[in-house]
């Protein structure tokens, strides 16, 4: 296992910021759904940030044996899940904002007809 940058809560503050900019300039999105977005974004990245912890305190406890596999495996498995989710859950929202940017983009042809009428 190579190591990797330990994410803090600090980087993950940061991506928040970042994420709500890129929300905020929705200009269709509506308040709350921009606030629900913003918390799932930031818990899914709390959520694999602290398996991600779990998962390399358990896998650097272990020796390599039989038996740390018996005792830390069905656990591990369960890290690897929670951050597998966490990851899905963000590809889901990315694809809601790809969506909602889709929606707010795209022309309306009778929205179009009226502001040129006046």
């Not at 707010?104 to 040129?116: A, M």
Request: with cysteine; aromatic share 8%.
């Amino acid at each position: 296992m190579t190591k990797q940058a330990e994410l803090t809560y600090d980087d993950i503050k940061d991506k928040v910021k970042c994420f709500e900019s890129l929300i905020n300039s929705i200009e269709s999105l509506q308040g709350k759904k921009k606030q629900l977005w913003k918390e799932i974004y930031e818990n899914a990245f709390i959520d694999r940030m602290n398996a991600y912890m779990l998962f390399t305190d358990a896998y650097t406890s272990m020796t390599g044996g039989i038996n740390d596999h018996i005792q830390l495996g069905a656990q591990m498995s369960k890290y690897i899940e929670r951050m597998n989710k966490a990851n899905d859950q963000l590809i889901k929202l990315a694809e809601l904002i790809s969506k909602e940017e889709d929606k707010s983009s795209s022309i309306n042809s009778d929205d179009l007809f009226k502001q040129i009428q006046g």
